[in-house]
Nanobody
C-alpha cells in the first residue's frame, strides 16, 4: 500500500526558510501530479502549490507566489516544498497529496492520497 510521509516541518523565525519533503513508500516510480495544502487552526484547508506529473508545470497560491517553490525528484516519488521568507501567517499543518491524474490541480477533490501532515510554526 502506498503511503505519503511528510518531513521537514518545525519552528522558524519570520524571514527564515524551511524545506518540506513528501516521500511515497511502497513504490519506486510515479507520474501523478502532486500538491501541497495547509490548514491553520480554526481555518479551512487551503491550496498552497501543485506540480504536474511531468514536473514541467507548477502553480501557486497568490499568498506564497515568489516565496515557495514546489519540485519533484526524477522518480516522482518525492516532492518538495521550499519555503523562503516565511511569515507568521504561514503557520499551519502542511500536507502533501497525490492527484488522481497527471495534470496539476488546485482542487483538493482531485487528490486521492494524503499524508498525515507536518507542523510549520513561524515566530514573529
Amino acid at each position: 500500500q502506498v503511503r505519503l510521509v511528510e518531513s521537514g516541518g518545525g519552528l522558524v523565525q519570520a524571514g527564515g526558510s524551511l524545506r518540506l519533503s513528501c516521500a511515497a513508500s511502497g513504490r519506486t516510480f510515479s507520474n501523478y501530479a502532486m500538491g501541497w495544502f495547509r490548514q491553520a487552526p480554526g481555518k479551512e484547508r487551503e491550496f498552497v502549490a501543485t506540480i504536474s506529473g511531468s514536473g514541467k508545470f507548477t502553480y501557486y497560491a497568490d499568498s506564497v507566489k515568489g516565496r515557495f517553490t514546489i519540485s519533484k525528484d526524477n522518480t516522482g516519488n518525492t516532492a518538495y516544498l521550499q519555503m523562503n521568507s516565511l511569515k507568521s501567517e504561514d503557520t499551519a499543518v502542511y500536507s502533501c497529496a497525490e492527484s488522481i491524474g497527471r495534470v496539476a490541480t488546485m482542487d483538493p477533490n482531485e487528490y486521492n492520497l494524503w499524508g498525515q501532515g507536518t507542523q510549520v510554526t513561524v515566530s514573529s
